[in-house]
């Protein structure tokens, strides 16, 4: 999916994705694509709170609304918390074009476990 990273904290996570090699069959970026990175950083999101407890987290809900589409260029995906638990973690998870035009809105919420031996 060609993503890369480019902040990490409690805080927030930020990472971006080209749309090329992510469109669907009309040449749209494809809202699987979105669904899949927004879930794969929120959730890291989480990863890193669960880690400050010793612990992991695993996805139990996302859901998302697509606003418009993009066709070029790449999208930023930015993971903000909204809940930061000792149990459970909700993320908002922001993806916008490259003028800063919101694609798409997630919200993630995460289940923190101790990891399994």
């Known amino acids: ?18 749309v090329e090699g992510n469109r669907q069959s009309f040449g749209l970026l494809h809202g699987g694509a979105s669904l899949a990175v927004g879930e794969a950083v929120g ?12 612990k992991t987290a695993v996805g139990v809900d996302v859901s998302a609304t697509h606003h418009r589409s993009a ?7 930015t993971a903000t918390p ?10 908002e998870v922001l993806i916008t074009n490259d003028a800063g035009q919101r694609l ?14």
């Open 82 to 91: 909204i809940y930061l638990g000792g149990t459970l973690t909700t993320h």
């Open 1 to 18: 999916m060609g993503v890369k990273i480019l902040e990490e904290s409690v805080e927030r996570v930020v990472a971006t994705m080209p």
């Open 43 to 54: 959730s890291w999101a989480a990863v890193i709170h669960a880690s400050t407890l010793g």
């Open 104 to 117: 798409c809105t997630l919200r993630i919420t995460n289940l923190l476990m101790k990891p399994k031996k």
């Open 71 to 77: 066709r070029e260029g790449k999208i930023t995906i």
